[in-house]
């Protein structure tokens, strides 16, 4: 269970731990969803370079914004934001640049103010993983995690760590993404290799 203490991180959490579904239980969600423009826009094409997956995307794009009321309880207590930022060049790649944020509102700021950003590095071919950080602020607490993915060796990049790693994994944000793409059928469940905060792992997600 969440502790009072760190409700704001909930949403994190809610991804790798219950999957998709229960989190519109809990917060209010409004879409807006909006392709690339042209001026930002970069080929989408499968590639054999090093890889032999294509992840056909008729999910999300750029400019994609999902806004959600944080509650504990019958009472606000904050939002958060889940957006599809841009569309950009990594690693010779093209990536989707996913960012997220979530606020306390004023109230709940008056006490213990939540400021927490994650940003999420996505390649636009195979829907995997190159960059993950994040950054808490939650109260008095303070917190910053990065790494990266070499996903041409399947290595990992964590503080001081190299770790070997599956081909594709996911972070905890693009994991989310990588789902959407998936056919869902109730009652069936799929396996995806996740890494979060050093630690890798087969994550069943439950439809």
Known sequence: ML???RIPSFIFLIFVGVGLLPLFYFVTVEIGIARAASGESLTI???TEFFDR??????FGVKEKLSFDINYGFIN????????KSLIDYENRPCFQIITTANSNNFFSSFYKVEDSAESIIDAIGIF???FQKKLREGKYRAERKYEFDQRKNLAFYKDDTIKVPPFVQDVLSLMYYIRTQELIVGKSFYVDNFTDGKQYSLEVKV
């Open 3 to 5: 502790s009072k203490s």
């Open 45 to 47: 094409e499968a590639s």
């Open 54 to 59: 294509y992840v056909d995307n008729v999910a």
């Open 77 to 84: 207590a904050g939002y958060a934001t889940m957006e599809v």
């Open 129 to 131: 993983s190159w960059r």
